[in-house]
């Protein structure tokens, strides 16, 4: 059954507080962020917010004239997303703020960049969830333009979030370069030293879980829309490949393996497990038939985080989703993972169609 057009306020308002909590934190890390790449990034796509917030205010204000706050039982239901809202929000202004400013008012340094942009990937994270949300929404309603709005918005942070990745994957290395200085001046030898490593993995865990778990609160505001929302981007992963152990490697005895062994095994992996292993190869035996196999497996998947969900994630996902992605579901599991019952319902999906 269509949802009724008077839920598109409240999922408007959902994405708008949602992006105004990314501009604030935008706004604040960049006080504190020094001149450069990631500075620039903030500023820019602070503007660029700036902007989707005005075009959501905009389109309240159209739907506003058609009484779709009129009546006591939406009135219920905005309270109830104000309530997913507040569960929602990664942070309020006053916090932001707080955290920006740093003990002597200098810039921050490495391990507060790479701890503010943690924080920047989820409030992100979480406002493409609520815009997706919202897309699914005003999609039930037959609500084109909000529908259209809320994709674009969508769109935009997806961009933001491969951004982000980069951006997180760089202040992870000067953390890890920091670290490994000082273990070097202790006599620890060269290389990337476990602390680093740890740091390492400890930030893309920390990055993705907080991402998940707003991505889910986010989810359950939309449980009348009856489509569960793919996690957004998963982190990027080369540099945890450069420091994993061998025992850590998603393809076990990895150097004991030929590299026809190693070849035939790759086609069974994720995009994220490919990256992994290619950040290996590249810092330990760096062998090209290896790379070039890696290099030609490597293909964009059927949506943005796809490869961090589990097979029932993805079943769930399959139910409603359009034809065409359902059968770029079907041949990237063909060509990779090979989980036939993920396959079995991408074909389901296509032949209901």
Same mark, same amino acid.
């Given at each position: 059954?269509? %949802?009724?057009?008077?839920?598109?306020?409240?999922?408007?308002?959902?994405?708008?507080?949602?992006?105004?909590?990314?501009?604030?934190?935008?706004?604040?890390?960049?006080?504190?962020?020094?001149?450069?790449?990631?500075?620039?990034?903030?500023?820019?796509?602070?503007?660029?917010?700036?902007?989707?917030?005005?075009?959501?205010?905009?389109?309240?204000?159209?739907?506003?004239?058609?009484?779709?706050?009129?009546?006591?039982?939406?009135?219920?239901?905005?309270?109830?997303?104000?309530?997913?809202?507040?569960?929602?929000?990664?942070?309020?202004?006053?916090?932001?703020?707080?955290?920006?400013?740093?003990?002597?008012?200098?810039?921050?340094?490495?391990?507060?960049?790479?701890?503010?942009?943690?924080?920047?990937?989820?409030?992100?994270?979480?406002?493409?969830?609520?815009?997706?949300?919202?897309?699914?929404?005003?999609?039930?309603?037959?609500?084109?333009?909000?529908?259209?709005?809320?994709?674009?918005?969508?769109? !935009?942070?997806?961009?933001?979030?491969?951004?982000?990745?980069?951006?997180?994957?760089?202040?992870?290395?000067?953390?890890?370069?920091?670290?490994?200085?000082?273990?070097?001046?202790?006599?620890?030898?060269?290389?990337?030293?476990?602390?680093?490593?740890?740091?390492?993995?400890?930030?893309?865990?920390?990055?993705?879980?907080?991402?998940?778990? =707003?991505?889910?609160?986010?989810?359950?505001?939309?449980?009348?829309?009856?489509?569960?929302?793919?996690?957004? =981007?998963?982190?990027?992963?080369? %540099?945890? =490949?450069?420091?994993?152990?061998?025992?850590?490697?998603?393809?076990?005895?990895?150097?004991?393996?030929?590299?026809?062994?190693?070849?035939?095994?790759?086609?069974?992996?994720?995009?994220?497990?490919?990256? %992994?292993?290619?950040?290996?190869?590249?810092?330990?035996?760096?062998?090209?038939?290896?790379?070039?196999?890696?290099?030609?497996?490597?293909?964009?998947?059927?949506?943005?985080?796809?490869?961090?969900?589990?097979?029932?994630?993805?079943?769930?996902?399959?139910?409603?989703?359009?034809?065409?992605?359902?059968? !770029? %579901?079907?041949?990237?599991?063909?060509?990779?993972?090979?989980? !036939?019952?993920?396959?079995?319902?991408?074909?389901?999906?296509?032949?209901?169609?």
């Amino acid at each position: 059954m269509a %949802v009724m057009t008077e839920e598109l306020v409240p999922v408007l308002e959902d994405a708008r507080h949602a992006h105004a909590a990314v501009l604030d934190r935008f706004r604040a890390d960049a006080t504190v962020t020094p001149p450069g790449a990631h500075r620039q990034l903030l500023e820019r796509r602070a503007e660029e917010i700036q902007s989707s917030v005005q075009r959501i205010k905009r389109q309240e204000r159209a739907l506003h004239p058609r009484g779709v706050m009129d009546t006591a039982a939406s009135v219920t239901r905005s309270v109830s997303w104000g309530v997913a809202r507040t569960a929602m929000l990664p942070l309020t202004f006053a916090s932001v703020i707080g955290r920006a400013i740093l003990p002597g008012g200098g810039p921050a340094g490495p391990r507060q960049l790479l701890r503010n942009t943690e924080d920047e990937y989820a409030a992100a994270a979480r406002a493409l969830a609520a815009c997706r949300a919202g897309e699914v929404v005003a999609e039930q309603a037959d609500d084109q333009l909000t529908a259209d709005l809320l994709g674009s918005l969508r769109r !935009q942070d997806e961009e933001l979030l491969q951004e982000l990745e980069n951006s997180l994957t760089e202040h992870a290395r000067a953390v890890a370069t920091a670290t490994n200085g000082s273990a070097s001046r202790e006599g620890q030898g060269g290389g990337l030293s476990d602390a680093a490593a740890q740091t390492i993995q400890a930030t893309f865990d920390r990055a993705r879980d907080v991402a998940r778990h =707003g991505v889910q609160r986010t989810l359950s505001a939309a449980e009348e829309a009856r489509r569960k929302t793919p996690v957004p =981007g998963a982190v990027a992963e080369e %540099v945890l =490949g450069a420091v994993r152990r061998e025992e850590d490697l998603p393809i076990p005895g990895f150097s004991q393996l030929s590299t026809e062994q190693i070849t035939r095994r790759l086609r069974t992996l994720s995009q994220l497990d490919l990256t %992994v292993i290619q950040g290996y190869e590249r810092t330990h035996a760096n062998r090209k038939r290896v790379l070039k196999a890696i290099e030609e497996l490597h293909e964009a998947t059927p949506w943005t985080g796809y490869d961090a969900l589990d097979a029932d994630d993805i079943i769930v996902s399959l139910r409603d989703a359009p034809t065409g992605v359902a059968r !770029q %579901v079907r041949e990237y599991e063909r060509r990779h993972l090979q989980r !036939q019952e993920v396959v079995s319902a991408a074909e389901t999906r296509v032949s209901s169609a």
